[in-house]
């Protein structure tokens, strides 16, 4: 009679294929030529870092970072992307089954908004980045414009005509501008930056502070 094999204990501690080791060292590299390229950004700016020094901090070569992305400008962009636009979409994703009233939604959309993006060291980061080099690089803000920051204005405006559909939020011009309801989010991102060891705030009051502000602005008067 043959033996079951797979049941053999010795079988069972055989190392992993060194094959399997490196593809999933190189799946996990991209992610970390990101990491180490928002450290060097964070270190020296964006103009002054050189891909050699993104390459050392990662421990790769140069060639390497190549291989994964075109240039500087791309590597930006990637790291844009992944530590910010997962967040929108977990925040868009609100929506989808939502069963509770606008009020709710929009409360739970912001209360999102600061624990992913204004709590985000990587979002502060980049922003900060676009704030003080975005007039040499044009086209990193038009990215980030056209990637974030119009997925993010889309998603409340969608919530807004949810509530006026609903008849629990006026008609208003917030349709048109939800930046006016952003904008205490961006607000609170820059002071963070330039002004927290002079004034730090508690974001978890200024968020309450943010949310009744906006909805007593919105919400339509009872018996209309």
Excluded: C
């Excluded at 590597?75 to 997962?86: E, I, N, V």
């Excluded at 704030?131 to 414009?145: M, N, S």
């Excluded at 930056?193 to 974001?203: G, R, T």
């Amino acid at each position: 009679m043959v033996e079951n094999m797979s049941s053999d204990p010795a079988i069972a501690r055989v190392p992993q294929p060194a094959a399997s080791i490196r593809r999933r060292r190189k799946e996990q590299r991209p992610g970390e030529i990101i990491k180490a390229a928002l450290q060097e950004f964070a270190r020296r700016g964006f103009a002054a870092t050189r891909l050699e020094d993104v390459a050392e901090r990662a421990g790769v070569t140069k060639g390497t970072i190549y291989f994964y992305f075109k240039d500087k400008e791309d590597l930006f962009k990637a790291a844009a992307r992944s530590s910010l636009a997962p967040a929108l979409g977990q925040i868009e994703a609100l929506g989808a089954n939502f069963e509770a009233s606008a009020e709710e939604l929009l409360r739970a959309h912001l209360r999102a908004v600061y624990l992913k993006l204004v709590k985000n060291p990587r979002a502060r980061q980049i922003l900060r980045l676009l704030i003080a080099e975005g007039p040499q690089f044009p086209e990193l803000v038009d990215f980030y414009y056209r990637e974030i920051i119009s997925h993010g204005l889309s998603i409340l405006k969608r919530v807004i005509e949810r509530g006026v559909a609903r008849h629990e939020f006026r008609r208003t011009r917030a349709t048109d501008f939800p930046q006016v309801v952003f904008g205490p989010v961006l607000a609170a991102i820059i002071w963070n930056l330039l002004l927290a060891k002079q004034h730090p705030i508690d974001f978890d009051a200024y968020a309450r502070t943010h949310i009744d502000l906006i909805l007593n602005g919105l919400k339509a008067s009872k018996g209309k």
